[in-house]
Every structure is written in C-alpha cells, then in structure tokens.
C-alpha cells in the first residue's frame, strides 16, 4: 500500500508552487493530487441511482436490439427483388407484428407486411414505408426510386453488442443512462456511496435566519448558498451551523465534522489578518496550509487533511465573503468533490462572448466577474458584466447567469473583445 502523501510531498510536485501567490492553475493542481476518492460500492435499483457514480463498467450481457428489425412501419422486402428501372410489384405473404413476428418462410417476389421494431422475416433486408407503396389485393406495388437495399432495417446490437462497455465506471448517472441500463435488462446498479460533505459558518458578527440582528451583525448567508451548490452536486450534506469564534467551540466542531465526513466546508475566518481562532484550531487537527491565492475575488484559501476518531476529512477553508464563497467553490471545491465522488472529469462548457464594455483586468491573476449573457444580434454571444463587482455583493451573482473568466496572464478587454464565460445553467 502507497503511503499517503504529507502536503509538502504534493507542493514539491506541483511546479510553480507558491503559497502566498498561487495561481489558480495550480492550486487546481494540488488538490487534484490531494483529494482521495471514495471505495464503498453499494447496488441501488435503477431508478435510485439518478445522478450517482456509477462503481464499475457495466458490459452488455445481451444484445440490443435482440434481432435485426424494421425501423418503420411499411413492407419487408429483398434488396435483390427491386426492379433496377421501373416500379416493383411484390405479392404480400402475410405480416409480423412488434413482438410476434412472421415465422412462414418469403420466396423471391414475395414481401410481408411489417409494422416498427418486428423481427425482420428470414431472407428479407430491406423496408419500404407503407406511405410510398400502391395496394391492389395482395399486390404491393413500391415505386421505383424509393428504397435501396438495406433501408429501414436495425441490426441486431447495433445500439448495444454483446460484450461491450455499454457505461464505464466514473459515470455520473443520466437519465439516458438508466434507460440504457433497463434496456440491458439490469434491475439494479453498482454505485459508489454517496459523499459526505460538513460545512459550517464561522464568525462572531453571523447570526442565523430566526435569530435577531443584533447591532454589527449580519445574517448567516454562506451556509444556505453552501447548502445549495451542494445539492446540484447531489452529495450528502452535514449543515453544522454557524460557529463562534470560540477555540473549543471550533474544535469541538472541526472534530465532529472530520469524524463524520469525506470534506468539511467553512467559510470565514482565513484571511491573512484574521483576529479569530479559526486558522489555529484548523491548524492543530492535522495537515493544513493557509493559502493567498492570485485570484479575484477569493484570495485567502485553507487546504489540508484534518483528523478525528481516526478518520481524516480533506478540510476546504473558503474566504467569508460570499461571492468570494460561491467562485472559490467552483473554481476549486466542485472539482475536488465529484473526484472524491469517484467521477470521471466533469469540464464545464464554455462560451467565447463579446464583452459589450471595456474590462480592467491586471495580468498575474484569475478574475471571475459576473455577466449576463445573451445573444447578439448578428446571432453570437455576448456579455455584460453585472455592475459593481465587490466580493460582497452577492446580488451580484444572483442577477447573473454566468462567470466571466478572466485568466491569470490575460490584460485589459476592450469593448467587443471575446471573453471566456462559463454558464450557470445546470451549475448554480
Ligand atoms: P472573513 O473572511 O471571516 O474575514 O469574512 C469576510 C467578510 O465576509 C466579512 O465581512 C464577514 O462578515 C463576511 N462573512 C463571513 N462569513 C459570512 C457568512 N457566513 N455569511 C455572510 N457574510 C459572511
Ligand atoms: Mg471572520
């Protein structure tokens, strides 16, 4: 068994490594290789495994369709019978349903009537729809021209062979995923257990919804945006309230999180002159690093490993402002979950949009400004950033419906300049 990998293992590997200035990149980099991921396979019916991971490849025990069959409803007929210069006129033999097929035996000039998805009669190849032919008694006259040889027929596991990787193991499971999966005819799934994310507030100017605002106070906000980028992740959540800035009352809290938790998520407390016990305590229960990380908004960042009761935790310290909460979460905690979820990569899709006004951006750090995408009127993208941009705002990312993504080496933006946009549709 591989020993696990001390932080300072995994900074030596990750080139450009520099706490107090750490690009994002490589910040991505690290808990990359920090992350574990989770073992524990659980089989669930098909329907309960929407949107889990899937454990293992599931290989096809039969193949889909079972036999070759007619994509129309309409007449089967030979290739070899069509007449090469003019219309063809076949004599009907008799007809196969979905399900009961036609078992007589088709001589040469003969077709059967055939409806959708019924088992192509032996000899036959080819489908012409009903719609195109001429009826006279049993004559069936298919104008010349219509179909060639081989139209309208399905072949026998031609959407899934026998003994193919129908799904592959990392799966996030879709709705077309469990269709397959019946159409295989499994009853029931391997999946992984589901991941099981802590998270809890920190600061004493936080109150909770129901509490009153007492003077300098503001309301807990972090814990309920939290709450529900953790619900589009489909992971198990451990909401642990909001924590005052007390060092046993931390303690107590960061114990009881990493105990019973794959990732434990806070937020505040981190910033480099922070007067509070958060960064001690986290300190004190394990491996961790207090990162500065080259980005707007989000710099201050904690990373590492905590322990209690035997049991580590990878702990994500996010920065209290609560825009600063939602970017850091996808840019960096999203990630690092659906991996420790066992997923395979999940990139998120990206427009190229035209910014519609100049955008000041320094080189040397990731900017992720929030914008409200729409079409253009000569049909591309385009993006209007959504007023002040202060980490605070979160009015800011609630009236958006994407992130503008600025990157680490990219300069000021001209009007009409296109940007990078990542689309909350799905995400948030
Ligand atoms: P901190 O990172 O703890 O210095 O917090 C930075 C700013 O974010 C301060 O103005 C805090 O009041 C605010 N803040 C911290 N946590 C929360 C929270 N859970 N909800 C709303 N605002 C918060
Ligand atoms: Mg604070």
Redesign the pocket.
């Known amino acids: 068994m591989n020993a696990t990998p001390t932080l300072q293992d995994i900074a030596s590997c990750v080139s450009g490594y520099d706490p107090n200035a750490l690009p994002v990149a490589q910040a991505q980099e690290f808990i990359a290789r920090l992350v574990p991921r989770v073992q524990a396979v659980e089989m669930l019916p098909i329907r309960s495994a929407l949107g889990r991971v899937l454990a293992r490849d599931i290989v096809s025990s039969i193949n889909v369709p079972a036999h070759d069959n007619s994509a129309m409803d309409g007449y089967a007929l030979r290739g070899a019978d069509l007449s090469a210069t003019g219309d063809t006129v076949l004599q009907s033999a008799g007809t196969g349903f979905a399900g009961q097929q036609f078992d007589g035996l088709v001589g040469p000039g003969q077709c059967v009537r055939i409806m959708t998805g019924a088992v192509m009669p032996v000899g036959l190849d080819t489908v012409v729809p009903q719609e195109f032919v001429k009826l006279d008694g049993d004559q069936v006259r298919v104008p010349a021209g219509i179909v060639q040889t081989g139209d309208n027929r399905r072949f026998a596991g031609e959407d899934l062979a026998l003994g193919e990787a129908a799904l592959i193991a990392g799966r996030l499971l879709r709705p077309a995923d469990l269709g397959m999966l019946a159409s295989l005819g499994q009853a029931e799934v391997p999946v992984l257990r589901r991941l099981r994310v802590a998270f809890f507030?920190?600061?004493d100017?936080?109150r909770s919804v129901g509490e009153q605002l007492d003077a300098g106070c503001?309301?807990?906000?972090?814990?309920y945006t939290l709450w529900g980028m953790l619900q589009r992740l489909g992971v198990e959540v451990l909401d642990l309230g909001v924590v005052r800035d007390d060092p046993a009352a931390l303690e107590a809290t960061f114990r009881h999180a990493a105990a019973n938790a794959d990732a434990v998520i806070t937020?505040?407390?981190?910033?480099v002159g922070?007067a509070d016990h958060t960064k001690q305590v986290m300190a004190s229960l394990g491996d961790v690093l207090f990162w500065r990380i080259a980005m707007r908004p989000g710099r201050?960042m904690a990373i590492g490993r905590i322990h209690s009761d035997g049991h580590d935790a990878i702990l994500f310290g996010l920065?209290?402002?609560?825009v600063a909460v939602m970017v850091t979460f996808y840019a960096f905690v999203r990630d690092a979950l659906l991996a420790m979820s066992g997923a395979a990569a999940q990139p998120l899709p990206m427009l190229r949009a035209a910014s519609t006004a100049a955008i000041r951006k320094k080189p040397g750090r990731t900017e992720y400004q929030r914008g409200i995408v729409s079409r253009a009127d000569d049909g591309g993208w385009q993006v209007a950033i959504t007023g002040s941009q202060g980490s605070?705002i979160l009015r800011s990312m609630s009236v958006a419906n994407g992130l503008v993504m600025l990157h680490h080496a990219q300069g000021d933006v001209a009007a009409g300049g296109l940007v990078d946009v990542l689309p909350f549709d799905g995400l948030v």
Request: proline share 13%.
């Open positions: 507030s920190t600061g100017e936080l503001v309301y807990d906000s972090n814990r937020s505040g407390g981190v910033s922070e201050p920065p209290g402002n609560p605070g």
